[in-house]
């Protein structure tokens, strides 16, 4: 059983920056991909930003520029840079994971709020 566990999460003013945490029970080098996911209050979770296992990246257009994610496989994290944040970021930020079999994790979620 595979499980991710997110931190970093608060309370921001807009134009401030953030880093979430993801950090895994097991190697992740080997997942297929990780990712991150934000749901808005009242909004469907959309994909925010992803990295493959080969290190390619995609993110949301609403925030390219603007975050970045990073894999640090020495420590089986996964970061989310986020930069020039705004009142529309504000979301429960999750931490998604697919296995090289297949299996998909998700963390419990990290909480950001950005004040205007």
């Known amino acids: 059983q595979v499980q991710l566990v997110e931190s970093g999460g608060g309370l921001v003013q807009a134009g401030g920056s953030l880093r979430l945490s993801c950090a895994a029970s097991?190697?992740?080098?080997?997942?297929?991909?990780m990712g991150w996911h934000r749901r808005a209050p009242g909004k469907q979770r959309e994909l925010v930003a992803s990295m493959s296992s080969a290190g390619t990246t995609d993110y949301a257009d609403s925030v390219k520029g603007r975050f970045t994610i990073q894999r640090d496989n020495t420590k089986n994290t996964v970061y989310l840079q986020m930069t020039s944040l705004k009142p529309e970021d504000t979301a429960v930020y999750y931490c998604?994971?697919?296995?090289?079999?297949?299996?998909?994790?998700w963390g419990q979620g990290t909480q950001v709020t950005v004040s205007s």
């Open positions: 998604n994971g697919i296995t090289p079999i297949g299996g998909n994790y």
């Open positions: 097991t190697r992740i080098s080997s997942f297929r991909a």
